[in-house]
Every structure is written in C-alpha cells, then in structure tokens.
C-alpha cells in the first residue's frame, strides 16, 4: 500500500472512529443533549418539527418551531437560511439535481444545442443533458451515490467489537510511556483496529473501497459541474 493509500486509509480510519465517538455520545447524552444535536439538522424541516425523531419536552416543540419560522422566513426573504450556509456543499448536493430533474419535466423550451435538429431531436438532447447533470450531481453525494461500499457492514460490525473491547481510541492498546504522555498533556496517541492482525483484513479491504468510492465521487461531482458550465445560461424555461 503506497503511502497515499495510507494517509487515506488512516484519515477515514479517524473519521469512522470518531462518528462511532459521536454515536457513544448522543446514547450517552440527555434529553437535551439529543436535541442540541438534532437541532441543526431538523429545524428547517416541518416534518421534523411536526414528527421528531426523538421525544421531546414542550420547550424544546417551542424552540424547533421557532427556528422553522426563523428559517422559512430567512428563506422567503434571501432566498436562503442560517442553516443552508452552515451546510452549503450538501445543500447543494440536494437542491441542484432536484431543480435539474424538476426542469427536465417541466420545461417549455430549451437551449439550440444542434442547429440541424427537429424540435423534438433538440427536446430530446436538452433531456439527456439534464438527466446526465442530475444523476452526476446525486452521485457525488455520499448519501445518494448508487455505489456502496460491500464491506461496510462487516467493517462497522468489527469497529463496534474492537470500541468495545478497546476504547473509541484504543485507550486500551496504549503503552506505558503513551499513557505517561497522555497524562502530562504531551499528546494523546490513538490507536486503530487496523493495527491489530485480526481486523487487518476487513480494514484493508473497507478503506480500499472508500478510496475507490471518494475517486468516483469526485469524478463525477467534476463531470456535473463541467456540464453545469457548459449549460449554465441554458437553465431557463
């Protein structure tokens, strides 16, 4: 393994330890804690407003409802909201393909790609290229990508088994001098399960694919915006 795929593999390797961190802490956590996490992600939604994921008290209904007035209202008035910022890149992951797609049902003209052809070969055309921007856009989403990762859920079943067994960190597989330092505030050393010979394997083999999949997005999310500069001016009805 090359030392890109290393950096890669111990990036991810980060990242997978700490949403399991991030999972441990929101079991963990109070009623409020829940909600404090929630909220970012839910107060822009009525469904969420009106059907919460989680039980919550009358003041926490008060404060969603709130930011849903807060936000649509933001909305309305600059076209978008505090929470819309925060989250720009995913955003619009989501609103560019749902607009694209909307376009392509509904639109009543389209931009003269190829002089020569008839209104319907030229209908036609502008449909594909739209249907192509949308799926690249959806594609470069990890949420919406077509592409999963097969190791997946055997890789997060051995990530459970080794937090359990080590730490979130791998507390547990820290030396004597590691934790000494740890202790005097020199430097926490964390530890991976990939370190061990018995999840080797399954982190080999899921890590390999992230990078395979990250490669996909990007090529994809730089095909979408090649075509979204192509057509720019094209995105009329």
């Known amino acids: ?41 839910t107060s ?96 470069s989403c990890d949420d919406t990508c077509s592409r999963i990762n097969p190791y997946k859920e055997e890789h997060s079943e051995a990530l459970m088994k080794f937090t359990k067994k080590y730490g979130i960190f791998g507390e547990k597989l820290q030396t004597k001098e590691e934790r000494e330092r740890d202790k005097r505030g020199e430097g926490k050393k964390m530890h991976f399960m990939d370190e061990l010979p018995e999840y080797k394997d399954i982190s080999k083999k899921y890590y390999d694919y992230e990078i395979k999949l990250a490669k996909y997005r990007e090529q994809k999310k730089n095909e979408a915006f090649n075509l979204l500069k192509k057509y720019f001016f094209g995105l009329w009805d």
Not at 19 to 41: C, V
């Open 1 to 41: 393994m090359n030392k890109k795929i290393l950096k890669g593999a111990a990036a991810l390797s980060i990242a997978a330890a700490a949403s399991l961190a991030g999972a441990y802490a929101l079991k963990k956590a109070d009623m409020a804690g829940k909600r404090k996490a929630l909220d970012s992600g």
């Open 44 to 139: 822009a939604n009525l469904i969420y407003v009106l059907f919460p994921p989680i039980k919550e008290g009358p003041k926490d209904k008060v404060k969603n409802v709130k930011r849903f007035f807060k936000y649509s209202f933001q909305r309305i008035t600059k076209g978008y909201c505090d929470k819309d910022v925060w989250e720009m890149y995913p955003h619009l992951q989501a609103i560019i393909p749902a607009m694209l797609s909307e376009l392509r049902e509904n639109h009543m003209g389209y931009p003269v790609i190829n002089e020569k052809d008839t209104p319907e070969e030229g209908d036609e055309r502008w449909n594909k290229i739209l249907d192509r921007m949308a799926f690249c856009f959806r594609e």
